[in-house]
């Protein structure tokens, strides 16, 4: 993991945005997306 995702980590876990298990999102539109990742936690 490199220095700028352990930064984006850190940033979405203090506003709280930081998706508890990213291992569990299966769907593969997030795979190549540069916004949104499988760490981050949507809301709806």
Same mark, same amino acid.
């Given at each position: =993991?490199?220095?700028?995702? /352990?930064?984006?980590a850190a940033r979405? !876990? !203090? /506003?709280?945005c930081l998706h508890? +298990?990213?291992?569990?999102?299966? /769907?593969? !539109?997030?795979?190549? =997306?540069?916004?949104?990742?499988?760490?981050?936690?949507?809301? +709806?």
């Amino acid at each position: =993991m490199s220095r700028q995702d /352990d930064d984006k980590a850190a940033r979405l !876990r !203090r /506003d709280r945005c930081l998706h508890p +298990a990213p291992e569990q999102v299966t /769907d593969n !539109r997030f795979d190549n =997306m540069t916004f949104f990742g499988r760490r981050h936690l949507l809301q +709806a």
